[in-house]
Structures are given as structure tokens and as C-alpha cells.
């Protein structure tokens, strides 16, 4: 007999249950930009309602290269947890593709969480990889393939998003 697991939608993490308890919330319009690092009081986020883009840009902001998109769920500024100053590593721009609901954790709190729970630093450690994942593939997509592959590849992914819109046709 095989036995039925929860769909990956519906597993709790501890990640999750960390911002359950103890997450403040902030609204971010549309178009805004999202500068996690800027922040005085480094946080741990997660979106929670909306979208976020997430582009590199090159340093006169002419060359964009869009890497991914940030859905509910989705968590980000973990770079702090591991680094005890600010390094400028972070170059990506998030902008609010809609109105987005962000809940931030201080990092303090979540490095106090991590003692009691082991797995806290292991989800963390999976989503940096899942995330040098993304960009090393889109790294390979504007070296080795063409224009038309890149776009088409665009297209899919962002017909993947939650809040992708079908054509009636």
C-alpha cells in the first residue's frame, strides 16, 4: 500500500512557522522598488500577497537581466543571517510587479529560532540553492542561447506565475 503525502503546497516548514509567529507586515505599492539591504534593522522577508520582479541590472542600468519572480511563499534576505557586516553582493533590483504584502523577521530572531530548531537553517540553505540554481540557468540562457530561445523561455516562465492571466482564445 502506498501511502498518500500532503501535497507540497500544504507542508508546513519551519520557515513558515517562524513568520507565523512572529512576523510584522508592510505594504509595498506597485512599481516600488524593494531594497532589503538598506533596511537599518536586517531582516529576514517573505511575500505574502502580490509579486515581486527580480532583475540585475549593469551599473549605468542600461543591460537588464531579469532572474526570477517572487510569488507568495517565496523568501528572500538571507544574506545577513551568514554575514556579520554588509557586503554590496546584492545587486539584483526587486521591483512590486502588483500591490505586495511583505512580512519581515529580524535576523537576531531568527538566528535564536535556528538554536532551538535545526531545520530553520537547512530550508534556508535549500532556497539559497534553489535561487543559485535559477541564476546560474539564466546565466547559461544569455550566453549559450539565442534571442528567439530567450524569450520564448520568458514567456513560459512567466505563464507559470500566480497571477498569469490566460486569453480568452
Known amino acids: 500500500m502506498i ?19 512572529h ?3 508592510r505594504k509595498v505599492k506597485r512599481r516600488s522598488v524593494v531594497v532589503p539591504y538598506a533596511d537599518p534593522q536586517k531582516s ?9 520582479r527580480v ?9 537588464v537581466i531579469h532572474l526570477c519572480h517572487f510569488a507568495p511563499g517565496d523568501v528572500f534576505g538571507e544574506q545577513g ?6 557586503t554590496p553582493l546584492t545587486t539584483a533590483t526587486m521591483q512590486a510587479r502588483t500591490d505586495v504584502e511583505i512580512l519581515s523577521i529580524p535576523h537576531q530572531l531568527v538566528k535564536r529560532a535556528a538554536l532551538i530548531d535545526k531545520k530553520i537553517y537547512a ?6 540553492n534553489q535561487r543559485l540554481a535559477t ?9 549559450f542561447s539565442d534571442l528567439e530561445q ?9 505563464t507559470r506565475l500566480p497571477d498569469a492571466m490566460t486569453h480568452p482564445d
Not at 81 to 86: I, M, R
Not at 135 to 143: E, F, H, P, S
Request: charged share 25%; with cysteine; net charge negative.
Open 123 to 128: 530550508e534556508i540553505s535549500s532556497l539559497i
Open 81 to 86: 543571517l551568514f554575514d556579520n557586516e554588509y
Open 23 to 25: 512576523a510584522l507586515t
Open 44 to 52: 529576514l522577508f517573505m511575500v505574502s500577497k502580490g509579486s515581486l
Open 3 to 21: 501511502q498518500q503525502t500532503k501535497p507540497v503546497a500544504e507542508i508546513d516548514s519551519a520557515i513558515k512557522g517562524l513568520f507565523r509567529a
Open 135 to 143: 541564476a546560474t540557468t539564466k546565466l547559461t540562457q544569455v550566453v
Open 55 to 63: 532583475s540585475l541590472c549593469s551599473e549605468g542600468g542600461d543591460d
Open 150 to 158: 530567450r524569450c520564448y523561455d520568458c514567456l513560459l516562465d512567466m
